[in-house]
């Protein structure tokens, strides 16, 4: 993972507005991974401030978080003080090799190299694991205030484009040659929150944040356009939820 201290301003925003993740994605988790996330051991890469952390250990999981900024894994701790946690990166996991169930990515592996770090995580899996990288994505193609945010964006942001993250994940895992069986699943959803929310999920992401000077006019912009779309100041934010799980080839009887 690049930029090892890019988050820690964030931590703040980052934990007071950041989505959760829909039942349904864990659902299909579970379906994809071939067993229950009660009583697997889980490796959770780039956990941040413990968002999928708390929702996999709600259903029965034993996690291990790992993140590279030391802020994050601060609020993780005092949001949940009943777990360790581990400062690593995802291309160099401290782990011994075949002690985990499961490694998952929560709105992550887009950080990584991905034939380094999914390598990692075969080593550390067992036979018959499986890899699992999921995300929120914005789905506003055909929303006006969006389209409007995406444009400010492109011309504000150094580097920033809407289609940052569209890319073949599940083939770049097939590619490694280290899995199986690779399936992307998908969902929608939406969420409503005020305005002042809105602008501190804005503020936890880093291509906003890479705005500079600039942010508080980016900003500024922001709450007259979306006054514009959401005149009593509840902000409908609709989701489209990818997940895409990789399996290890079970263990072979000799």
Known sequence: MSARSLFDPMVDAYDA??????????????????????????????AGTGIATRDLL????????????????????????EIGVVRADGEALPFSGAVADLVCYAQAWHWVRVPVAAAEAARVLRPGGALAVWW?????EDLRWWERQQRRL?????????????????DELRWTGLF????????RWSRTLPLDRYELWLRSKSYIQA????????????????????????????FH??????????????
């Open 154 to 170: 492109e011309a504000m942001s150094p580097g920033y484009r809407r289609d940052y993250r569209t890319r073949p994940w599940a």
């Open 136 to 140: 929120n994505d914005v789905d506003g």
């Open 58 to 81: 709600a259903r029965g999981a034993r996690v291990i978080p790992v993140d590279h900024s030391s802020g994050m894994l601060g609020r993780l701790r005092e949001r949940t003080p």
């Open 241 to 254: 939820t990818i997940l895409t799980v990789a399996r290890l080839p079970p263990l072979t009887p000799s």
């Open 180 to 187: 199986t069986e690779v399936v992307t699943v998908s969902g």
């Open 211 to 238: 705005i500079g000077d600039r942010l508080e006019d980016f900003l500024d912009a922001e709450r007259r356009s979306l006054l514009k779309a959401f005149p009593d100041g509840l902000i409908t934010e609709p």
């Open 17 to 46: 507005a950041r989505p959760s993740y829909p039942d349904q994605l864990f659902k299909d988790l579970e379906w994809l991974a071939g067993r229950e996330l009660a009583g697997a051991d889980i490796l959770e890469v780039g």
